[in-house]
């Protein structure tokens, strides 16, 4: 079964300041997708960053961009010039590449990030 | 935000009661989602439509039941609320028609069961 790690339960950054948010996952597939999604304290779930495994690139989103390592299976978050709205927890998900109707995701436990004025 | 509204947002409810919630889509998505979010746990998948009448559970369906009469509902049905289902519920849709694949999120509902 696929596993989703964030080892950071909180982390703290300095408005303007760059912060990396860590994800490790387990799999024995090699299609698949990986999200970032970030939850404010309004609770609402927002998708800020996907990422397909079959592609090399990193992807990026305006200042959210992420290091995806096959290989050593991890996929963190860089924000750049961190912005008091940035504030809020921040989940890694998986979804299996393959067919069919479940589309689960699987998450992470999620990083509470503090942006410090 | 994908058009999707949840009802009831807040809910307080005693043990042994049977509570309904409701997702509400208005962009004709096929796939349909309930998760529930816990502290230590991030989310995790209840039940899941595929169609109008086509459902299947996800790793913590026990104690849940959902229905899809018509593509815009997916019903979530707790026949006899207990503490362990206080959580806060999240509804999502599987978004094809731009070719991303991706799962959106309705605002989610909090549920205390008392």
């Known amino acids: 079964a696929q596993t989703v790690t964030q080892s950071q339960p909180e982390m703290s950054v300095q408005e303007a300041e760059t912060v990396t948010l860590s994800c490790t996952y387990d799999?024995?597939?090699?299609?698949?997708?990986l999200f970032w999604y970030k939850q404010p304290p309004s609770r609402q779930m927002i998708l800020v960053i996907r990422?397909?495994?079959?592609?090399?690139q990193n992807a990026t989103e305006n200042r959210f961009s992420v290091n995806f390592q096959k290989a050593a299976k991890s996929f963190s978050l860089k924000i750049s010039d961190s912005q008091l709205g940035d504030a809020a927890m921040y989940f890694c998900?998986?979804?299996?590449?393959?067919?069919?109707?479940?589309?689960?995701?699987?998450f992470g436990t999620g990083t509470l990030l503090a942006v410090q004025p | 935000d994908a058009g999707i509204t949840q009802s009831p947002r807040h809910k307080v409810t005693e043990t042994g009661t049977p509570v309904t919630l409701r997702c509400h889509q208005t962009?004709?998505?096929?796939?349909m989602y309930w998760y529930r979010q816990d502290p230590g746990h991030g989310l995790r998948l209840i039940h899941y439509?595929?169609?109008?009448?086509?459902?299947d559970k996800g790793e913590v369906s026990d104690g849940y039941s959902v229905s899809r009469s018509k593509t815009e509902d997916f019903l979530l049905t707790l026949e006899s609320a207990t503490s362990s289902q206080t959580s806060v519920y999240f509804c999502?849709?599987?978004?094809?028609?731009?070719?991303?694949?991706?799962?959106?999120f309705g605002p989610g509902t909090r549920l205390t069961v008392l």
């Open positions: 799999t024995s597939e090699s299609d698949y997708y």
């Open positions: 990422q397909e495994a079959y592609k090399q």
């Open positions: 999502a849709i599987r978004e094809l028609a731009t070719g991303a694949d991706t799962q959106y």
């Open positions: 998900a998986y979804r299996s590449g393959k067919g069919g109707a479940t589309n689960k995701l699987i």
């Open positions: 962009e004709n998505h096929r796939y």
């Open positions: 439509s595929y169609g109008v009448k086509d459902t």
